[in-house]
């Protein structure tokens, strides 16, 4: 079961890209990746995305990039199982679009991915926009993926039919 969260980075991105790729959660940053830019550079990259996207008129919105968190449940998964749910997760839900840096902690008793993304796509310089809805997909993503991986799912979809509340009791096997 992978529970999200998201928030958008509005100050500064380098200081969340410096805390998500620390040594000391991520094995020796064993379990750090990227996509479109170099994980030690990525704050540089995004912002010379951001520039370009600017020029282009695309200067809607002041998030600098978005801080995604993917936790799972104790001992569900493996740190490089998690890691790579979490790669498969970005590669769907940014489809080439975005820059971003993944990493996956094991500092705590729960495995967790944090994926930071570029506000801005590199492809076509567009915002990437953030409301309910684009969460709830997020989730429907996140919970096919873990269904296919054989985890537990149950965030919330924004579907029709059983509400947050009846969803979570049904999973619980309570409802």
């Known amino acids: 079961m992978a529970y999200l969260k998201i928030f958008p980075i509005k100050v500064t991105d380098k200081k969340a890209l410096d805390y998500i790729t620390n040594p000391d959660k991520t094995d020796e940053k064993l379990l750090v990746s990227s996509f479109g830019c170099s994980p030690e550079t990525a704050d540089l990259e995004f912002s010379m ?7 282009n008129g695309m200067d809607k919105g002041d998030n600098l990039a978005f801080h995604l968190i993917q936790s ?5 998964v493996d740190a490089e199982n998690a890691h790579r749910l979490g790669q498969q997760f970005a590669d769907e839900v940014l489809k080439g679009k975005y820059e971003y840096v993944i990493s996956t902690h094991v500092d705590k008793n729960h495995i967790h991915n944090h994926i930071i993304f570029n ?6 310089h567009h915002k990437y926009v953030s409301n309910k809805r684009s969460y709830h997909k997020l ?16 965030m919330p979809t924004g579907e029709k039919g059983k ?13």
Do not use: Q, W
């Open 49 to 55: 995305t951001r520039e370009m996207a600017k020029k």
């Open 163 to 175: 509400s947050y509340k009846e969803n979570m009791e049904y999973h619980r096997g309570t409802s």
């Open 139 to 154: 989730c429907r993503i996140s919970n096919r993926i873990c269904h296919e991986n054989g985890l537990a799912t149950s």
């Open 119 to 124: 506000a801005a796509s590199f492809v076509d």
């Open 72 to 76: 799972f449940k104790p001992g569900e």
